[in-house]
Structures are given as C-alpha cells and as structure tokens.
C-alpha cells in the first residue's frame, strides 16, 4: 500500500524520538525532569484555577462574600490549590479575622514554602499584628528568591517592618535597595525622605519627596512631609506654594490643621 508522503514523515519523525528516548532514558527508564505546564493540570485543577481567578476578581472589587465562596469551590475542586489558602487569608486579613487569616496563611506555607509572593504576604501579616522581628525572615525569603518578579515590595515592607521595630539603619537599607530596584516608587521614596528628614538631612529629604511630587502624588501627608522639609530649608516660597496644595486639596485633613497650629514638630 503506498502511504501519503505527510504520513511517513510523522511516522519517521516519532520512530526517531522513540530510539532517541529509549537510549537516553537508558532503555525504559524514566523520561528527563521538565518543570510542569498548564498541559499537565487535570481537569479538576483546571476548574479550581478558573474559580480561583473569579476569586480574584471578586476580590479586586471588594465583594469579600462572594470571593471567600469562590475560594471553597476552587479547594473543593483542588484542595491543594496553595493560592487559593493564600487568597482567602489576605480576604480575613481585611475582614479583621485574624486567627482565620493566620491559619489560611500557614495551610498556604505547608503546600508552598518557597513561593515570594506568599511568603511575602504572610511576613506583611505577621508586621501588621505586632510581629515585626518574625516577619523579617519572610521578606528576606522572599528578597531571595530568583523567581520574585517583584522584590521590591518585600524590600518596602521589610523597610516598613524595620521602622515598626525602630531600627531605623535596617529601614534605611531596605528602602534604599528598594530604590534601586524602582526608583519611581512613590512608596519607596516617601519613606526614604521620613527618614532623612527625622535624622536632620534636609537635603537629601528633598531630593526624595521631590520625586513623589513630580508624579504629581499629592496625598496629604506627602504634601505635610514636603512643607516640613521646605520650612527646615529655609524656602518659604516653597513652602507656601505647598500649604496652598495642602489646603485646596485637603481642607478637612489633620496634616492641613497640623499646618494651621504651627505644629511642625510634633
């Protein structure tokens, strides 16, 4: 029988690799390691991921309920679904349930040691719930790890963690390496100017919360911070200029009454 000319050549093509597994894998053994895909989910894991990124969704959009529901889908599809525990305990945190969060948080850790979004997550719990010097260890896990898209987040939150325990050296390094990660981060650079100006370095103050403001984030204590700076400088045109900011954008904030008393020490 004369075969298509497409066939054979498929035919020839998985004959080869047939040989080729067999004597790489030393005659039947196991095939070479390969890091799992989307391919290799079943179909119970593939739904749990679809209820976990309505989960998502709902979450973004502060429908705590329906997120927390769609989250117990996705573990009844896929109980060890560690982002879908990691989820519903960043959910509790906001709701204030602490022990739920706490408990979700280390069901996630059990499954996923070595995820840094997760481990980030959970050392910014453990800062928020007076467990500063214990949430380092996650942030620096989480700094370390190659996969971490985002490390400069851990790297703020630790900076934020340093200046809870009021180690204000630890702080200054953290945010620094943050700096030098995303240098346009209004976080980062707010901090990093508390920091100067609470120490005396005006100047340097300056440089940082003039960053923030030329990206035009004028949130009232970033605005407070900026006319603090100033008035130590010595700029009172600058200073003014601010405190006209502060005043039209935030009449009714305690930074504008702050203003108002003449409370710049406080």
Same mark, same amino acid.
């Given at each position: 029988?004369?075969?298509?000319?497409?066939?054979?050549?498929?035919?020839?093509?998985? =004959?080869?690799?047939?040989? /080729?597994?067999?004597? @790489?894998?030393? +005659?039947?053994?196991?095939?070479?390691?390969?890091?799992?895909?989307? /391919?290799?989910?079943?179909?119970?894991?593939?739904?749990? *991921?679809?209820?976990?990124?309505?989960?998502?969704?709902?979450?973004?959009?502060?429908?705590?309920?329906?997120?927390?529901?769609?989250?117990?889908?996705?573990? $009844?599809?896929?109980?060890?679904?560690?982002?879908? $525990?990691?989820?519903?305990?960043?959910?509790?945190?906001?709701?204030?349930?602490?022990?739920?969060?706490?408990?979700?948080?280390?069901? @996630?850790?059990? =499954?996923?040691?070595?995820?840094?979004?997760?481990?980030?997550?959970?050392?910014? /719990?453990?800062?928020?719930?007076?467990?500063?010097?214990?949430?380092?260890?996650?942030?620096? @896990?989480?700094?370390?790890? *190659?996969?971490?898209?985002?490390?400069?987040?851990?790297?703020?939150?630790?900076?934020?963690?340093?200046?809870?325990?009021?180690?204000?050296?630890?702080?200054?390094?953290?945010?620094?390496?943050? /700096?030098?990660?995303?240098?346009?981060?209004?976080?980062?650079?707010?901090?990093?100017?508390?920091?100067?100006?609470?120490?005396?370095?005006?100047?340097?103050?300056?440089?940082?919360?003039?960053?923030?403001?030329?990206?035009?984030?004028?949130?009232?204590?970033?605005?407070?911070?900026?006319?603090?700076?100033?008035?130590?400088? +010595?700029?009172?045109?600058?200073?003014?200029?601010?405190?006209?900011?502060?005043?039209?954008? $935030?009449?009714?904030?305690?930074?504008?009454?702050?203003?108002?008393?003449?409370?710049?020490?406080?």
């Amino acid at each position: 029988m004369k075969m298509n000319s497409s066939r054979v050549l498929v035919w020839l093509i998985l =004959l080869v690799s047939t040989l /080729f597994t067999g004597c @790489a894998s030393g +005659g039947g053994g196991k095939s070479p390691a390969e890091l799992p895909t989307a /391919f290799d989910q079943t179909d119970a894991q593939k739904r749990a *991921r679809i209820r976990l990124q309505l989960a998502v969704d709902y979450y973004e959009q502060r429908q705590l309920q329906v997120a927390l529901g769609e989250i117990k889908q996705a573990l $009844h599809a896929d109980p060890g679904l560690s982002d879908a $525990h990691s989820l519903r305990a960043l959910i509790y945190m906001d709701m204030g349930e602490t022990q739920l969060a706490e408990e979700n948080f280390q069901q @996630a850790m059990r =499954l996923a040691p070595n995820n840094p979004e997760l481990n980030n997550n959970y050392g910014w /719990f453990l800062c928020q719930n007076g467990r500063p010097a214990q949430a380092l260890a996650y942030f620096d @896990a989480a700094v370390k790890n *190659r996969t971490y898209q985002s490390p400069e987040k851990a790297l703020n939150n630790a900076g934020v963690c340093n200046l809870k325990a009021k180690d204000l050296p630890a702080a200054e390094r953290s945010f620094s390496q943050a /700096f030098q990660l995303d240098p346009g981060n209004p976080i980062t650079n707010v901090n990093l100017a508390k920091i100067y100006y609470d120490r005396g370095d005006a100047e340097r103050a300056k440089f940082y919360i003039g960053r923030v403001l030329r990206d035009d984030v004028m949130a009232a204590d970033v605005l407070w911070l900026a006319i603090k700076i100033e008035r130590r400088l +010595g700029d009172k045109t600058a200073e003014n200029s601010l405190a006209t900011q502060l005043r039209r954008r $935030h009449p009714n904030s305690p930074e504008y009454a702050a203003y108002q008393r003449g409370a710049f020490n406080e």
